[in-house]
């Protein structure tokens, strides 16, 4: 009798632990891919509106100081996992993402510069960007990348430039340095800081002319009155990059400095917010709607 009490007593210890060990492992599951959300943030995000912010900017390029206007829009989107592009439906498979189309006009003597950069981040824990395009414009000519996050980073590469023209390549996963900017809106509290490894953003990349790799960087998060700033310093590159954010929920870029040390000279490009409305921009294409332009700065 007192051996088959325990028995039963055994089965049943047996039965608890890997109960709670398999609760304990969904629990774990389910937390590493629960949305990392502010109490307000549906209420914020998913209105049918996107964030737009205009910024005055002052560019550094060829040693020079030019100004120009800085626009960052931010809005959620459904995501094609496997396609890697805005859902046109609904549907199971999709995934919630926070897209920052990141714009940028300027003047370097007689000619323009329009930049653009796209970057999709799943509003997830530890989940790094889907999928991240630029591209430049300007008088010479063209430059585009698109990197889609697969079993590695696959990088498709074009330019008018000999040397970068038409190639593809694959990279181990790093940190991106695009993402940051949308994980400073949807969780600061993640931020990655110390010392790191970190793919530079790819308008620094593309207009420096420097390989597309991962380099040392060491990330710290300070605060300053009712703002925090997000800093990244590249020794190899001598660059540092330094995001100013509100402390509170939305998490609003106030603005931004990104220093430069090249032969011997040093030169600062700065974005300072001008204004922030919400708007669902997209149906907002006729020659009335220009106000909108107006109240942002622009």
């Known amino acids: 009798m007192k051996t088959y009490s325990f028995i039963i007593a055994s089965f049943l210890f047996l039965f608890c632990t890997i109960s709670t ?34 910024y005055k900017l002052t560019q550094a390029r060829y040693g ?20 890697q592009v805005k859902a046109d439906n609904r549907n199971a498979q999709n995934i ?6 990141s714009t940028k006009k300027f003047v370097t003597g007689i000619y323009p510069y329009a930049i653009m950069t796209s970057t999709f981040s799943p509003i997830a ?14 008088w010479c000519g063209n430059t585009f990348i698109q990197l889609n996050n697969r079993k590695k980073f696959e990088i498709d590469f074009h330019s008018y430039f000999q040397s970068d ?25 993640t931020m990655p800081t110390g010392n790191l490894k970190i793919i530079p953003s790819f308008e620094f990349l593309a207009l420096q002319h420097k390989e597309i790799k991962s380099y040392a960087a060491v990330a710290s998060f300070k605060d300053a009155g009712n703002f925090k700033i997000y800093s990244l310093n590249y020794p190899e590159l001598n660059r540092i990059l330094a995001i100013k ?10 603005s931004w400095t990104e220093t430069l ?7 600062t490009t700065q974005g300072e917010k001008i204004n922030t409305i919400r708007s669902a921009y997209w149906t907002k294409n006729g020659l009335k709607n220009t106000a909108e332009r107006k109240e942002l700065g622009l």
């Open 165 to 189: 023209a038409d190639r593809k390549q694959s990279l181990e996963k790093k940190i991106l340095e695009n993402e940051l900017w949308n994980q400073l809106r949807i969780s600061p509290e």
């Open 125 to 138: 824990r530890d989940k790094q960007a889907l999928k991240i395009s630029f591209s430049a414009q300007e």
């Open 96 to 101: 919630p993402i926070l897209k920052l189309n």
């Open 245 to 254: 954010i509100s402390k509170e929920f939305p998490y609003y870029i106030q």
């Open 261 to 267: 040390t090249k032969r011997g000279k040093t030169t």
């Open 64 to 83: 020079e100081i030019y100004e120009g206007t800085a626009v960052h829009i931010f809005v959620t989107e459904d995501f094609l996992p496997t396609k």
């Open 21 to 54: 060990s398999k609760k304990e492992s969904i629990t774990k599951e389910k937390n590493e891919n629960t949305p990392v959300k502010h109490p307000k943030f549906n209420d914020y995000w998913y209105t049918g509106k996107a964030e737009i912010t205009a």
